[in-house]
């Protein structure tokens, strides 16, 4: 069994064949999907966990897990109302994590002063409720400056917690990777992996260990190669698990057992998981 870590299934792209798609997951052999919780800001926050109680226990579709946050470029709209809405959502069961938080230079958007705000308001509140995290952190093009304040702001606000996280989608090179492992972070690698430029990216992705490795779609977004430009969905998972079996020299199935060993771990979940 394979699991998505990390797909936007409150994404109106899904909204004419939803079920159809989490069916195609599941016959695809994918077991367990985390849906994020960030909709296109607080407003919709909870559109993730409404998500999971309205699939799961279904038979023929995978186990869902939700999670919530504000995004990065949505920082302005962190006041105490959305704060106060985070806290109440992480105390659900289903909702296993806070995310995606993290900063964004890479997009016009939010001043990065009320982004790191937004991001180090959660941090206290997904402790508070022991929740791991799942970062977001994209960088202006050949820079590492959100990548540096980030890193500054994790040492002070969430290594004391000792709880960990994610790093979400991850893009970084080998210096983020190892500063990420050194924290306990495990990392996710999207359906960009399998793009023919990335070989930057498959070369840190061979170096970062086994057992702190998460596949994830970023669906809708972020196709593999093979389905570039195409809407995204957690099926194609298998595709970027496929690269990473090749990268680790590893089968397909083995990659698939320490995923879901990993995240199993991460969120405290027992192994057999599936729906
Ligand atoms: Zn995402």
């Known amino acids: 069994m394979l699991i998505d870590s990390h797909a936007h299934l409150d994404s109106p792209r ?3 064949d939803r ?3 989490l069916r195609r997951a599941a016959d695809a052999g994918i077991g367990a999907v985390l849906t994020i919780g960030i909709g296109e800001g ?18 023929g579709m995978p186990k ?3 999670s919530a946050g504000i995004y990065p470029h949505n920082a302005p709209e962190a006041d105490e109302a959305a704060l106060a809405k985070l806290d109440g959502l992480l105390a659900q069961p289903e909702v296993i994590a806070c995310g995606e938080i ?18 180090i308001a959660q941090l206290l509140i997904a402790a508070g409720r022991k929740r791991p995290i799942l970062i977001h952190c994209r960088p202006k093009d050949g820079a590492t400056d959100a990548w540096d304040d980030l890193f500054e702001i994790l040492e002070e606000h969430w290594t004391g917690t000792g709880l960990r996280g994610v790093m979400h989608c991850f893009g970084g090179g080998w210096e983020q990777a190892r500063r990420s492992l050194d924290l306990g972070f495990l990392i996710s690698f999207a359906g960009n992996v399998t793009y023919p430029k990335a070989q930057p990216l498959r070369d840190v992705a061979e170096r970062v260990p086994l057992d702190c490795i998460l596949v994830e779609t970023d669906a809708p977004w972020l196709a593999p190669n093979a389905l ?4 995204n969905e957690p099926a194609y998972v298998t595709q970027t698990a496929q690269t990473i079996s090749e990268l680790h020299g590893r089968s ?7 995923t879901t060993r990993n995240f199993a771990g991460l969120f405290n979940l027992p192994l057999g998981m599936g729906n």
């Open 14 to 16: 899904y909204d004419e």
């Open 19 to 21: 079920e159809e798609m």
């Open 42 to 59: 607080p407003a919709e926050m909870q559109n993730a966990l409404e998500i999971c109680r309205r699939f799961n226990g279904k038979p």
């Open 252 to 258: 397909v199935e083995e990659i698939a057992a320490a």
């Open 228 to 231: 570039r430009g195409k809407r």
């Open 102 to 119: 993290g900063l964004d230079y890479y997009h016009e958007g939010a001043p990065h002063p009320v982004q790191k705000e937004g991001l």
């Open 64 to 66: 869902l897990y939700a």
